[in-house]
C-alpha cells in the first residue's frame, strides 16, 4: 500500500464574495493547491459540496474543474456529505492513492452561501436532517437540536453558558490572526454573553456562519513533508429520538478510534487539532468523544485554558467553524489546511513542535463524521 503525502494546499479567504461565482473560488483555491505541488499530473478530482445545486443551480463540479484547469479526461465526482463533505471527498482521495491507482489526486471543496436569503439558506441546510421523521415536521432544527443538548449537559455536569462563551471566546481569538477568517473584530466575554439568543442557551456568537469559500489540496503518492498516518469514517443516528445518549456523538468516537488504531497512536500523542464546533457546545463535546479529555469533563478543560497554546491541546487555532467561517462544502480541507501549515511550521497561531494534527469533520447531527491524522516527516 502506497504511503500518502500532501503535496499542495490552496485556499480563498472566506466570508462574503459579492459578485464572484462559485466556480471561480473553486478554480481559485485548486490554481493555487496546483502551483505548490508544483502541476503534476492528476489522475482525479473530487469535490465536497453540499448546497451547491439548491443554492445556485450549479452541479457537475469535478467536471467544471477539470475541464477549466485543463486536467484532462480524468475521472472527478462531487462527493456530499453535509457538514463532512469535505472530509469525505479527501477520504476517497487518499484511499484511491493508497490502493496504488491514483499518484496525484486535486480534491476541493466550495460553498456559496451568502447570496441566498437566511429562509432560504436555512431550508438547504436543513435537507441535512431526517426530514420524513417526526421530529423534523414538529419543528426541530440545528440549533434546536445543539440547544437541546447543551441544556441537558448543563443538567448533568457542572458546565453552564458561560463554558460556551469560552469556546466562542478561544476560537475568535484564534481567527483575529487567521488572514483567510471571516470575523476579525475582537469579542468580549460579555458581549458572547449578552448576544441576541438563537435558541436558548446558544445565543449568537455560539451558531457558526453562513459563509462563502473554497479550499483545496493535492494529495500525491509518497512519504516526505506532512503525511496522512490515518484516514477514518464512521455513521451515526440521524434522529434524535433514536440517540441512546444525548450527550454522545457516536460518529465522532467510532472514527477517532479507527483512526487512533490506523495510526498506531493515541489521544495523548495528538500536538495540535481541528474539529467541528458548528455549535460552541459541538466543540466540547468532540473534544470528548475524540479522547482528550473525559467525558463529561470538557466543560473543565475548557475553563482551565487545556485547549488553548500553553493546555494539553491546542484546538481550533484557526478559528474554528465559530469564527473562521463555515462554507460547508470547504470546511474539511479548510481543517485539514490548518493542520498541514501547523505541522509545516508555517501556520498562523503556530503551536512550537508540532509534529501530530488531527482534523474531525462532522456531518448532520452526528450523521457522519471523518477522522484524519497527520505527521509532519522531516519538517
Excluded at 477568517?181 to 460579555?190: A, I, L, N, R, V
Excluded at 479550499?215 to 490515518?230: H, P, Q, W
Aim: charged share 20%.
Amino acid at each position: 500500500m502506497n504511503k500518502v503525502k500532501v503535496a499542495g494546499i490552496g485556499i480563498t479567504p472566506f466570508g462574503k464574495h459579492e459578485g464572484v461565482s462559485l466556480k471561480t473560488l473553486l478554480m481559485d483555491a485548486s490554481l493555487k493547491a496546483l502551483k505548490e505541488a508544483n502541476f503534476p499530473r492528476i489522475d482525479a478530482v473530487y469535490v465536497g459540496n453540499f448546497m451547491s445545486g439548491q443554492l445556485g443551480s450549479q452541479e457537475i463540479l469535478g467536471a467544471l474543474v477539470a475541464n477549466d484547469l485543463g486536467l484532462g479526461p480524468v475521472p472527478t465526482a462531487k462527493v456530499e456529505g453535509a457538514c463532512a463533505s469535505g472530509g469525505i471527498a479527501f477520504r476517497q482521495a487518499y484511499s484511491m492513492i493508497k490502493s496504488g491507482e491514483y499518484e496525484h489526486v486535486l480534491v476541493a471543496g466550495v460553498e456559496k452561501m451568502k447570496d441566498s436569503s437566511t429562509e432560504v439558506t436555512t431550508r438547504a441546510i436543513n435537507a441535512a436532517m431526517d426530514n420524513d421523521s417526526n421530529e423534523k415536521h414538529a419543528g426541530l432544527t440545528f440549533p434546536g437540536f445543539f440547544g437541546t443538548v447543551a441544556n441537558r449537559y448543563f443538567y448533568e455536569t457542572g458546565a453552564s453558558k458561560k463554558h460556551l462563551a469560552l469556546v466562542a471566546l478561544k476560537n475568535r481569538e484564534y481567527a483575529l490572526s487567521n488572514p483567510i477568517s471571516q470575523f476579525k473584530k475582537p469579542t468580549t466575554m460579555e458581549e458572547i454573553m449578552s448576544a441576541r439568543m438563537i435558541t436558548e442557551p446558544l445565543g449568537l456568537f455560539d451558531c457558526s456562519p453562513t459563509t462563502d469559500g473554497a479550499c483545496a489540496i493535492v494529495l500525491s503518492k509518497g512519504e516526505d513533508g506532512v503525511i496522512i498516518r490515518a484516514s477514518a469514517q464512521a455513521s451515526g443516528t440521524t434522529q434524535m429520538q433514536e440517540c441512546a445518549d444525548l450527550l454522545s456523538l457516536p460518529a465522532i468516537g467510532e472514527s477517532a478510534r479507527k483512526a487512533y488504531e490506523i495510526a498506531g497512536l493515541g489521544p495523548n500523542d495528538i500536538d495540535v487539532v481541528e474539529l467541528h464546533d458548528c455549535f460552541s457546545m459541538t466543540e466540547i463535546m468532540a473534544i470528548e468523544e475524540l479522547g482528550l479529555f473525559e467525558k463529561g469533563k470538557g466543560w473543565e478543560a475548557i475553563q482551565q485554558e487545556l485547549t488553548k497554546h500553553g493546555g494539553k491541546v491546542p484546538v481550533n487555532t484557526s478559528g474554528g467553524l465559530l469564527s473562521k467561517g463555515h462554507p460547508i462544502g470547504a470546511t474539511g480541507l479548510a481543517q485539514i489546511y490548518q493542520i498541514v501549515s501547523q505541522l509545516r511550521g508555517t501556520s498562523c497561531n503556530q503551536v512550537d513542535g508540532a509534529r501530530i494534527g488531527l482534523a474531525q469533520n462532522l456531518g448532520g447531527t452526528g450523521a457522519y463524521s471523518t477522522v484524519h491524522i497527520f505527521e509532519g516527516v522531516n519538517q
